[in-house]
């Protein structure tokens, strides 16, 4: 969906380095999220932000940070980065009036 | 956040013939919604479902949520090719998050 966009759309880096995954959005929701997808698993809630003031863990946020930066910008920052942190990472938006979820085109990471 | 399963995992078809997949919980559920992720692709939104008993249908997929909101199913009748994918359920918890079932890969032999 183009309203909401990511970059880098693949990244390879090595292990302890910093990365961060950026996200964008021009459907004015106040809601976003991050989740990682793994083969087999789903897509697994990392954190979510129903404003700018407002960050929540998700199921998985061990190792993972995050930055409201404004109500359209929501950034994912590995501080550190490990090998099973390899996967792909989706951001996504909500509809408040039907809690639909938008989501964006997904940043595929390797961590070697 | 609410915990459910879905099965099967996988499934083949030949085009033309039918395709269920189930979402099962151990625990009540306020609302359950359902994506789908083409190959390569990321999740659309496809329906959110609400009430007790409730069928939504669209084309040729049929959603339900169970009598006692523990269990929801998506049936799609005469594949065809373009319903290739992962379908995914996902339960809404109480702060409004989601937490997506491991998803059914379905696959549309011609």
């Known amino acids: 969906d183009a309203d909401v966009t990511q970059t880098p759309r693949n990244r390879i880096t090595k292990t302890g380095k910093r990365i961060m995954l950026e996200c964008s959005q021009t459907?004015?929701?106040?809601?976003m999220y991050w989740y990682r997808q793994d083969p087999g698993l789903g897509l697994r809630l990392i954190y979510y932000?129903?404003?700018?003031?407002?960050?929540n863990k998700g199921e998985i946020s061990d190792g993972y940070s995050v930055s409201r930066q404004a109500q359209a910008k929501f950034s994912l920052s590995l501080e550190s980065a490990i090998p099973n942190q390899t996967a792909l990472y989706f951001c996504?938006?909500?509809?408040?009036?039907?809690?639909?979820?938008?989501f964006g085109p997904g940043t595929r990471l390797t961590v070697l | 956040g609410q915990q459910v399963m879905q099965i099967p995992q996988y499934q083949h078809v030949q085009e033309g013939e039918d395709f269920t997949t189930y979402c099962n919980s151990s625990?009540?559920?306020?609302?359950i919604q359902w994506y789908k992720q083409r190959p390569g692709g990321h999740p659309v939104f496809l329906i959110q479902?609400?009430?007790?008993?409730e069928v939504k249908k669209q084309k040729r997929l049929t959603f339900q949520f169970g009598e006692a909101k523990k269990n929801s199913s998506l049936h799609i009748t005469a594949t065809q090719t373009t319903d290739v994918g992962t379908y995914f359920c996902?339960?809404?918890?109480?702060?409004?998050?989601?937490?997506f079932g491991s998803g059914t890969q379905l696959t549309v032999l011609p």
């Open positions: 459907k004015g929701h106040d809601r």
């Open positions: 996902a339960p809404m918890g109480s702060a409004r998050q989601l937490t």
């Open positions: 932000s129903f404003d700018v003031k407002d960050i």
């Open positions: 996504a938006t909500s509809d408040p009036s039907n809690n639909e979820q938008f």
């Open positions: 625990t009540t559920l306020s609302n």
């Open positions: 479902l609400v009430k007790s008993g």
